[in-house]
């Protein structure tokens, strides 16, 4: 028999007991979040406010912006507080609340991703059909099947993981994540959730699959154009798209697929903590690397010359 109890709020991972090492983890965290807050305000700002950006790639780079700063945000200030005020609690409602957003967030990161794979595929491989594919109405109704998909899935996935009773309301994390709750779950109804989970990896895989698909015909086609200066244009607008991908994976693989255990370690929370917050921190800044229309925007946005910004963001 499970000793089932009536949980009305969670116990998160405190990342010492020490107040110092606290204050730390609250300095390192703001540093972070800051980096991550200025970087995709200025991505949003940029694009919003200039008219020569307001075509479709640039629009799901907006949204990208949208959706990482959404994630950091979800987790990253409640982490914060609890470190400055020393307490560990999180409410219930607080607690799905994280599950919730954050899942939505990252998944509809992910829709994104696959959809902006799909825009660099038609822009390079059927230029000539591009505005007639992606016209306006047609890229503003695929990114909100985006944010909707993501939804979906989010509420998927929360509902699946509250309906177990727990056992415990000790959380081996800084915030409030789905495999952790798992592990507190008093009957077999958690088995939905890996049944959840196991649709997600299908969907996942399928993305995944279409993205390097397309990516294969995209550099066949690159290969074709014969300028080299032609080349450099599509792989500048390839590159920045592909390395954020990979940043996401690489980060979300080393974060899930690793041995799990049933005490918390520094390991599982660096892993956590690069999953969570790199993607969202170095997104803005890889776009900005490579992006000579971005750099511009940014440029005139602060107030810099174009030869300045350009070193600056260099």
Not at 100 to 121: Q, V
Not at 197 to 218: D, E
Request: aromatic fraction near 14%.
């Amino acid at each position: 028999m499970f000793n089932t109890t009536t949980v009305t709020d969670f116990v998160l991972l405190e990342f010492s007991a020490a107040w110092e090492l606290q204050l730390l983890h609250f300095i390192i965290f703001l540093v972070l979040y800051l980096a991550s807050l200025m970087g995709n305000l200025l991505i949003i700002s940029a694009v919003a406010s200039d008219h020569h950006l307001h075509r479709p790639m640039y629009f799901f780079m907006m949204n990208l912006a949208i959706q990482d700063l959404g994630q950091v945000s979800v987790i990253v200030p409640k982490s914060m507080a609890n470190s400055l005020l020393n307490t560990r609690q999180i409410s219930y409602s607080g607690c799905v609340a994280q599950i919730l957003l954050f899942n939505f967030f990252i998944s509809s990161n992910f829709f994104l991703l696959t959809l902006m794979a799909y825009d660099r595929y038609v822009a390079i491989c059927n230029p000539l059909y591009y505005e007639m594919v992606m016209n306006k109405q047609a890229y503003i109704q695929a990114v909100a099947c985006v944010w909707i998909s993501g939804f979906l899935h989010a509420v998927l996935h929360t509902s699946c993981t509250f309906a177990t009773p727990f056992c415990s309301n000790v959380v081996n994390q800084f915030f409030c994540e789905i495999p952790q709750l798992l592990k507190l779950a008093c009957s077999d109804l958690y088995l939905i959730e890996i049944g959840a989970v196991m649709l997600s990896f299908i969907i996942g895989l399928g993305c995944f699959t279409f993205i390097i698909v397309t990516y294969v015909q995209i550099f066949y086609a690159v290969l074709r154009i014969p300028s080299v200066q032609g080349r450099q244009k599509a792989y500048s607008t390839c590159i920045p798209h592909l390395t954020v991908i990979s940043t996401l994976l690489f980060c979300g693989f080393f974060a899930y697929l690793r041995p799990t255990s049933n005490t918390p370690s520094d390991q599982d929370v660096v892993f956590t903590v690069v999953y969570s917050m790199v993607p969202p921190m170095l997104n803005p800044v890889i776009y900005s690397l490579r992006n000579k229309e971005i750099k511009a925007a940014v440029s005139k946005l602060l107030g810099f010359s174009q030869n300045t910004s350009s070193s600056f963001l260099l």
